[in-house]
């Protein structure tokens, strides 16, 4: 038969269309996704399109706040990320990019006129520039809504109304930042293109979107996964099997992730070479390319690696996930398995020995919500720190929750790490961990805050499973307390109770197996080793 057009750098891995029984799983998925509250409700979505609009036109309204003079100024908006792509959840933020022409910048314009602009109005809450980022940008609240609203000025003197965005001539003579803030927009326009199937494909990403949420790997500042990687990844498999449906595509997800050989780069088409000059991923030309541990490409020009966040630990965590999503998907097809049980919360607390407690305090809820981004962002750094002053014998598990305990009103929060010792490494006698002179060098260079105030604190500390503080555990859950248990309840706390902490059957369990053993190991040393890592 005539080959259908080829999307993607290879041939499909198979063009099998479903089965019965993947249209029944797949039917069962979508209520799922219903039921979990994924979509936004008419009128939450009505709603939005009403903020956005009016926004669009106050801010059409505020045309000519640079230059009196000039009566034709414009600015065009675009929408990106998850709203763009229609994926977008209840509660998540609106990407947004605002388009001026070649005369308004966005130092000043921007980050100052516009800004101020933004402060003085009703609607908006919790403005917060953040001018000095990758990707500049303004974080706001429009009547409750997060906006993300990013600035690009492009070299012309008006800018048309249906300005096509995924023209390269939008990139002539802008910097690199601005190239950065235009690629969101134009990523998702790809991304749309390079899919057999746009409904499959948001389904299937809502899917996993909500699995790596509840699983603790969706977060692009801890090191994880945010949206367009998650995306790009979806994508890729979407091209490999183009006649799937979302139910077979969720489990060809975790076949193929558990498989791919990183630092293997996943792309949805070639990287075109420099049209216009702006470095592109490449690890053959640039050396630091080469230090990516899990290339995720984007497929607009200049493409980029769109998780050059992820480090060697929170790969090992993710490929761990991955490995529990496959297993769970083999026995939901063998029908051992409810597809509820893919997407079980990970127990964090159940599953380490040892842990570090990062806690954030500062003297009210706008200082916090500053500090605590800032420290967030460089938690990135403290895994990193700690897993090179060991030789990567003690690893680091960055969650990537944050915790507030209420009872303390809203001036504290805290996250936390796993700790473990490296599988498979021979333990000497009474071997301790000693980073307490790594967890100064780190809360140095966390108060180098350059808008540090007065009572924004960090403390790091070193906590044991038992100690773990009680407000982390949603309505009161302890591990001791089992209020009402159906079978699948019982079965972990039995599991529990027997040393064994994760769900029987699943790869879990066994992860969590050989995470014990240290404990073991420990035990043998006198009460004093037993910490086997020293007090901080
Ligand atoms: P959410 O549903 O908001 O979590 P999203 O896809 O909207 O997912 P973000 O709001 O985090 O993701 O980011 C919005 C866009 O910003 C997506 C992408 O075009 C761009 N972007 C964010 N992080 C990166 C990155 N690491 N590399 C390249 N582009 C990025
Ligand atoms: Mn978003
Ligand atoms: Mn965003």
Redesign the pocket.
């Known amino acids: 038969p005539q080959s259908p057009k080829q999307y993607g750098v290879t041939k499909p891995i198979s063009f099998a269309g479903p089965t019965e029984a993947d249209i029944q799983r797949n039917s069962e998925l979508e209520k799922f996704l219903v039921n979990a509250g994924l979509y936004e409700s008419k009128e939450e979505a009505a709603k939005r399109e009403e903020i956005v609009k009016d926004w669009v036109k106050q801010l059409t309204r505020m045309r000519g706040y640079t230059d009196q003079m000039v009566e034709d100024a414009n600015a065009v908006i675009f929408t ?4 763009r ?1 229609g ?3 209840p509660g ?2 609106i ?1 947004t990019l605002c388009v001026g022409p070649s005369y308004v910048n966005r130092e000043e314009d921007f980050f100052f006129i516009l800004h101020n602009i933004l402060a003085d109005m009703e609607e908006v809450t919790e403005l917060q520039p953040v001018p000095d980022a990758h ?1 500049p940008v303004m974080r706001f609240k429009f009547d409750g809504i997060s906006i ?1 609203l990013l600035y690009a000025s492009i070299s012309l003197l008006v800018v048309p109304e249906d300005l096509d965005i995924s023209h390269v001539s939008v990139l002539y003579n802008v910097d690199e930042p601005t190239v ?1 803030s235009l ?3 134009r ?2 326009d790809q991304i749309l293109k390079l899919v057999p199937n746009a409904e499959h494909f948001r389904t299937t990403l809502r899917c996993l ?1 909500f699995w790596a949420k509840r699983r603790g790997v ?1 977060s ?1 500042v801890t090191g994880f996964l ?6 790009l990844l979806v994508a890729r498999v979407c091209q490999l099997y183009p006649n799937a449906i979302p139910s077979m595509l969720v489990s060809r997800f975790f076949r193929v992730y558990t498989q791919w050989r990183w630092p293997n780069p996943v792309m949805l088409c070639a990287i075109e070479e420099d049209e216009l000059g702006f470095s592109v991923w490449d690890p053959r030309k640039n050396p630091r390319d080469r230090t990516h541990h899990m290339p995720i490409i ?1 497929p607009a020009y200049p493409c ?6 992820v480090s060697i630990s929170t790969l090992r965590v993710m490929m761990e996930q991955f490995q529990f999503g496959n297993e769970i998907c083999e026995e939901i097809e063998l029908n051992n398995a409810q597809l509820s049980v893919l997407f079980e919360p990970y127990m964090f607390f159940e599953c380490y020995k040892n842990y570090l407690q990062v806690d954030i305090v500062a003297a009210d809820v706008d200082d916090l919500r500053a500090w605590k981004g800032w420290v967030e962002s460089r938690l990135r750094q403290l895994t990193l720190m700690i897993e090179r002053d060991t030789d990567g014998k003690l690893q680091c598990h960055p969650y990537p929750h944050e915790y507030v305990d209420i009872s303390k009103q809203c001036s504290h929060c805290a996250f936390f790490m796993g700790l473990q010792r490296k599988q498979g490494e021979r333990i000497q006698e009474g071997q301790q961990f000693d980073i307490r002179g790594t967890v100064d060098e780190f809360r140095h260079s966390v108060n180098m805050y350059m808008f540090w105030k007065p009572g924004m604190k960090i403390y790091v500390s070193h906590v044991r499973r038992k100690q773990i503080p009680s407000y982390v555990f949603p309505d009161g859950y302890k591990r001791t307390r089992s209020p009402r248990l159906n079978s699948q309840q019982l079965a972990e706390k039995l599991s529990r109770e027997d040393g064994e902490v994760c769900r029987s059957g699943s790869g879990e369990r066994r992860l969590k197996r050989r995470k014990d053993q240290e404990v073991v190991d420990a035990k043998q040393g006198s009460p004093e080793k037993r910490q086997s890592i020293s007090p901080l």
């Open positions: 990106f990320g998850s709203y792509l994926v977008h959840g998540v933020d990407d990707v993300d950065r690629n969101g927009c990523v998702a979107k969706y692009n945010g949206g367009v990687n998650w995306a984007t980029m690696n769109s998780s050059y966040n």
